[in-house]
């Protein structure tokens, strides 16, 4: 009798003694939550077909006008400061036949 008269200890008792069941639980609610709000939205929004050939032209021609920034190579850079001669000191500039 006294099972019946308090729910929230029930409650408590349950959660204190199957921890991992509670857990799953409540994982799997999270998911289920997660899928109905996804189903919803694909419901109310309207998805475009990825096969159509205009979306894939405008997606083409958006990239095309995309200007990447590439950095020097640093190998390259190293190499080709290593095969020159040394700069020389601010106060000689004269070219070296002077």
Known sequence: MVYLLNPIENLRSYINTRPPLVIFMISVSAVAIGFLTIG????????KSPELTEDWN???????ELDFCVSENETIKHAAEASQPPPK?????????Q
């Open 40 to 47: 919803y939205f694909f419901k109310i929004k309207e998805i």
């Open 58 to 64: 405008t997606f083409l021609l958006r990239f095309n």
């Open 89 to 97: 000191p601010c106060g000689d500039q004269r070219p070296a036949g």
